[in-house]
């Protein structure tokens, strides 16, 4: 989850602590749905017919033509687009090898495959969409007290409707990161705390909008320091 001058955004799961954070859900009713979500994405395909690959080097455009060229009546989908030079598809194995081939000879720099359990950010993953609309009409859902961005929308959203439409449609749908923290910037964001383990966020971010400052929080040391520094 990243935290961005009282405003929030949350890349993939992320999303969801970011609304957690911003009091939209409850932390009981955050943990349900991420177990009903994990579950249901992991159910959706079975184990070893899916794949997702980063792309590198690459515009989105020239992605998107990639996956167009490799789907061959199977499914090859954009699924994360992390920063201007990092595209990330998915859909079925075969498939996503294809566009790892024609990537490299399109002139991506890198086109690799993923470590992952299932295909996810794609249409293959609808089965889980549906168990997702049926767990996320049985919660309430309040409007954010801060402005939390949508993945799929790129910009902030406080409908609570809204917001439940949107969360279903991620499950299928593209994780739209560099117009997300292009959103922010422009909206005179200058700073920006990621919170979790590791820092692949904040590279990102840097490549995304280099007048960003940002800082990783990985521990309850820095979560402190953290939260000090923005109350001066």
Known sequence: MTICDWRMAGHSLGEYSALAAAGT???????????IRGDAMQKAVPEGQGAMAAILGLDLDAVVEVAAAA?????????????????????????????????????AKRALLLP?????????????????????????IQAPKVPVVANIRAEAVDDPDTIRSLLVEQVTGRV????????MAAQGVTEIYE??????????????????????????????????????
Do not use: Y
């Not at 789907?71 to 989908?77: L, N, R, S």
């Not at 739209?176 to 959103?183: H, I, K, P």
């Open 71 to 107: 789907a061959q009546g199977e499914v090859c989908d954009v699924a994360n687009e992390n920063d201007p030079g990092q595209t990330v598809v998915s859909g079925d194995r075969v498939a996503v090898e294809r566009a790892v081939v024609l990537a490299k000879e399109a002139g």
């Open 176 to 183: 739209r990161w560099n117009d997300s923290v292009a959103w």
């Open 195 to 232: 919170i979790g383990a590791g820092k692949a966020l904040s590279g990102m971010i840097r490549r995304i909008a280099k007048d960003i400052a940002c800082k990783a929080i990985g521990t309850p040391d820095e979560v402190t320091a953290a939260a000090a520094a923005i109350k001066k």
């Open 116 to 140: 992952v359990s299932a295909p996810f950010h794609c249409s293959l993953m609808q089965p889980a969409a549906d168990r997702m609309a049926q767990a996320l009409a049985d919660v309430e």
């Open 25 to 35: 859900f409850t932390i009981a009713d955050t943990a349900r749905l991420l177990r």
